[in-house]
């Protein structure tokens, strides 16, 4: 049986500091991307928006289109722990542009996920051989 809890958010500073020392990171859009692969079945995120890019009321709207659009995507796959950086103004990032770039970010991240998987799988082929 599949676990209940599918899709759920990074909560402490050691997840963070987790998935930022351990993972992979790459940037598009005025977003930061940093993640890392997991044995978990569970996809977790966390959204890290930093005082200098507006008010409250600005990086709490930029968090909660964050939420919908990862919600509303159809990428995410288990086994990954993502932190999504804001690098520029909140104001400056509208909804359609969060939306097509988480979309192009969890394919990227699934793809790299097949890549070293297949080179795992090709290691140990090597290894039995």
């Given at each position: 049986m599949p676990p209940r809890w599918t899709f759920c958010s990074l909560r402490t500073r050691a997840d963070f500091d987790r998935v930022f020392d351990g993972g992979r990171r790459f940037f598009r859009r005025?977003?930061?991307?940093?993640?890392?692969?997991?044995s978990l079945e569970v996809f977790r995120y966390g959204?890290?928006?930093p005082?200098?890019?507006g008010i409250a009321v600005e990086r709490n709207k930029f968090r909660r289109r964050v939420r919908e659009a990862l919600r509303?995507?159809?990428?995410r796959s288990a086994g990954i722990e993502m932190v999504i950086c804001l690098s520029r103004k909140c104001s400056e990032v509208g909804y359609a542009e969060v939306c097509s770039t988480i979309e192009w970010a969890l394919r990227r991240i699934r793809r790299d996920n097949a890549a070293v998987k297949t080179a795992h799988e090709a290691v140990?082929?090597?290894d039995n051989a």
């Open positions: 005025g977003l930061g991307f940093y993640y890392r692969l997991t959204i890290s928006t005082r200098r890019f509303l995507s159809g990428e140990k082929a090597d």
